[in-house]
T-cell receptor, first 115, second 114 residues
Framework: GAVVSQHPSWVICKSGTSVKIECRSL??????MFWYRQFPKQSLMLMAT?????????EQGVEKDKFLINHASLTLSTLTVTSAHPEDSSFYIC???????????FGPGTRLTVL | GNSVTQMEGPVTLSEEAFLTINCTYT??????LFWYVQYPGEGLQLLLK???ADDKGSNKGFEATYRKETTSFHLEKGSVQVSDSAVYFC?????????????WGLGTSLAVNP
C-alpha cells in the first residue's frame, strides 16, 4: 500500500509554455503533499507543502506565481510550471503523507526539459 | 543552520561485502534521523529511522545508530546483495507541527556487483 504516482514521467516543452505535473496517492488519502526539486548531483530541495483545501506554503526563494500548486482533493495535487524557461529544467518529485512529515510516500518523479 | 552531509559516491562493492555509508548532521534541537532508498526507476522509500539518541533503526539487514555525541547516523549492512544497488539518502527532520520538514543529504549511489 501507500503508492504515489506522478504524471507525466517526463516532459519536454518550449520556453514560454506552461506544464502541469500531477501527483496522486493511489490507495490512501493524503492530508499533506510535498513538492521537491532535484538538480543533478544535489539533494532534494523542498519547494512547497500543501494541505488539501488550503493554499500551499512555499519555501523561501520559490516563486509561488511561477510554480502553482493545487491540492484540490485528498488524492490529487498538481504543480504547474508557468511560462517555463530552460532554467526550470529539473527533476520534480512529489510526496504524500497521511500522518506525519517523515512518513512521506514518494512518487517516481517527473523529468522536465525546457527547450 | 540545519544540514546533512553524507559520503560521496559512487560506492562499488562486491556481493557479500560490508557496507558503510557515512552520514553526519548539524541541527538545532533534537532532530529525528532517517535513511531513504531509491531503487532504479522507483520513488524514494523510507528504509529506517531513529527518533532519539542511541536509538538503532534497522530494516532489510541495514542498521544505523543515532549518535548524538558524534552527530552521526552511519548506515551499515554486513553483507550486501546485488538487489541493494540503489541511491541512499540520509535525512533529518526539524521544526514542529506544520513547520516540520525533511532536510536531505546529497545521496550516495551504491552499485553491488555479483
Amino acid at each position: 500500500g501507500a503508492v504515489v504516482s506522478q504524471h507525466p514521467s517526463w516532459v519536454i516543452c518550449k520556453s514560454g509554455t506552461s506544464v502541469k505535473i500531477e501527483c496522486r496517492s493511489l490507495d490512501f488519502q493524503a492530508t499533506t503533499m510535498f513538492w521537491y526539486r532535484q538538480f543533478p548531483k544535489q539533494s532534494l530541495m523542498l519547494m512547497a507543502t500543501s494541505n488539501e483545501g488550503s493554499k500551499a506554503t512555499y519555501e523561501q526563494g520559490v516563486e509561488k506565481d511561477k510554480f502553482l500548486i493545487n491540492h484540490a482533493s485528498l488524492t490529487l495535487s498538481t504543480l504547474t510550471v508557468t511560462s517555463a524557461h530552460p532554467e526550470d529544467s529539473s527533476f520534480y518529485i512529489c510526496s504524500a503523507s497521511r500522518t506525519s512529515v517523515y512518513e512521506q510516500f514518494f512518487g517516481p518523479g517527473t523529468r522536465l526539459t525546457v527547450l | 543552520g540545519n544540514s546533512v552531509t553524507q559520503m560521496e559516491g559512487p560506492v562499488t562493492l562486491s556481493e557479500e561485502a560490508f557496507l558503510t555509508i557515512n552520514c553526519t548532521y548539524t541541527a538545532t534541537g533534537y532532530p529525528s534521523l532517517f535513511w531513504y532508498v531509491q531503487y532504479p526507476g522507483e520513488g524514494l522509500q523510507l528504509l529506517l529511522k531513529a527518533t532519539k539518541a542511541d536509538d538503532k533503526g534497522s530494516n532489510k539487514g541495514f542498521e544505523a545508530t543515532y549518535r548524538k555525541e558524534t552527530t552521526s547516523f552511519h548506515l551499515e549492512k554486513g553483507s550486501v546483495q546485488v538487489s541493494d544497488s540503489a541511491v541512499y539518502f540520509c535525512a533529518l527532520t526539524v521544526g514542529a507541527g506544520n513547520n516540520r520538514k525533511l532536510i536531505w543529504g546529497l545521496g550516495t549511489s551504491l552499485a553491488v556487483n555479483p
